[in-house]
């Protein structure tokens, strides 16, 4: 599967963007999709993922602020950032897996498949 991240931008504190990650190739409905974020200098991290099954996990730092979904008919999964902070610059990358990663899907070696990511840079 194929995956592209977009909807990367320059925001003030406060603002709100939404990210989407288009996928082509594979049965989309059955992929597990995570977002992940690094910032310069450091380590790439968790921030949320949506599995096949509906489900939702958000890494703590964006809890309540970050919404992930998916519309499985589009091939397409979101994750709309609200009340943005700087410390939220990072290029997000979207990733899939058609494996069972329940237990790991927090983690980036979980994934098989990634997109190109997308800069978010928020301004203070």
């Known amino acids: 599967v194929q995956l592209q991240a977009s909807g990367g931008g320059l925001v003030q504190a406060g603002a709100s963007l939404t990210l989407s990650c288009a996928a082509s190739g594979g049965t989309f409905r059955r992929y597990t999709v995570g977002w992940f974020r690094q910032a310069p200098g450091k380590e790439r991290e968790f921030v949320s993922v949506?599995?096949?099954?509906?489900?939702?996990s958000y890494a703590d730092s964006v809890k309540g602020r970050f919404t992930v979904s998916r519309d499985n008919a589009k091939n397409m999964v979101y994750l709309r950032m609200n009340s943005l902070k700087p410390e939220d610059t990072a290029v997000y990358y979207c990733?899939?897996?058609?494996?069972?990663?329940?237990?790991?899907?927090?983690?980036?070696?979980?994934?098989?498949?990634w997109g190109q990511g997308t800069q978010v840079t928020v301004s203070s």
């Open positions: 949506v599995r096949w099954t509906g489900s939702t």
């Open positions: 990733a899939a897996s058609s494996r069972s990663i329940y237990s790991t899907d927090a983690s980036a070696g979980a994934y098989d498949y």
